[in-house]
């Protein structure tokens, strides 16, 4: 029987400066468990502007394990993830950033666990956020904590993209092709059996992160409308409510303009109604405006890339 085989599937967006260092500790890991299962290494160049496209093709002249598909443009990482997922021969495929914040050493650990069959995915959780920006620790902590809560998907806290599934969760992750996509939420969702090991944050030797503060909240709104309507619910909670007070204020005015008369009064509740209703009506409009645009893109049904070029095993054949 021929050895089965374990897809690294690693999106890049300009990583020039520490894909050397990757590749040279990811194929010293692929040494390490060549007894158990060969290889492939899938690099997805998300439209680099550096040298990475250049390094990868370096490594795959001389390296016949090492294939990548290059996007037109920068089509983010989870575009990245799912041309990988989807172009990954391996009855296992791992997940990992290029930057060794997601340590190569774990795979091995990660492999064992698969292949005893008792788990279908091995996930990798940080325990700590040393070397982040707290601000950007406290915000994300929230984010999970606040998509926990409303889409019933959870997550655990700490959670990252670095994960290893067997085929039949790969597939399972594949089929569901929304454009939008929260791949921490999709992992979730597929269910399967996970496995979550620990670990402490690493910093990135070199280079930096491709995530600016608004970034995060754009991903993490994102990550709330691809996973709950719960928002939407929201304006008839609060339309509910607001109906009981006015209903309320009505009684009481007409009861007190019965008993004490109507003297001239009440601007100041006046424009603190109108203002906060407003202000609510908008709140609402906007969340709606959330799900028709996402609603609208998906409708669209638009590819998730653009490959410029590509080699892939398939390509051979
Ligand atoms: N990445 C990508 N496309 C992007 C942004 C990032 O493929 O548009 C890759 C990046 O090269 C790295 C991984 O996604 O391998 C994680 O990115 P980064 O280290 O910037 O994120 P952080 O670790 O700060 O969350
Ligand atoms: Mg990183």
Known sequence: MAQEVLSIVVPCYNEEVVLAAFYDAITKIAEQISDKVTC????????S?????????????????????????NFGKEAGI??????????????????????????????????????DSVAMRRLDRKGEKRIKAWFSK??????????GVDI?????DYRMMRRTMVDAVLSLNEVNRFTKGIFTWVGFRTLWIPYHNVERPAGESKWSFWGLVKYSLNGIVAFSTVPLAIASVLGAICCVISLLMVLFYVLKTL???????????LITVILFLGGVQLLMIGILGQYLSKTYMEVKHRPMYIAREQKLENDKK
């Open 49 to 73: 502007k550096d040298g990475t496209l250049s390094l990868i093709k370096e490594y795959a002249a001389k390296d016949e394990r090492v294939h990548y598909i290059a996007f037109s443009r």
């Open 142 to 151: 929230q984010f999970y904590k606040l998509n926990q809560k409303i889409s």
């Open 82 to 119: 799912y041309a990988g997922l989807q172009n990954a021969i391996g009855d296992y495929v791992v997940v990992m950033d290029a930057d060794l914040q997601h340590p190569p050493e774990y795979i091995p650990e990660m492999l064992q666990n698969i292949q005893s069959g008792e788990y």
């Open 259 to 269: 008993i004490i008369g109507d003297p001239v009064a009440g601007f100041p509740t």
């Open 40 to 47: 492939e290494f899938l690099f997805i160049d998300d439209g």
């Open 156 to 160: 655990p806290e700490g959670a990252t």
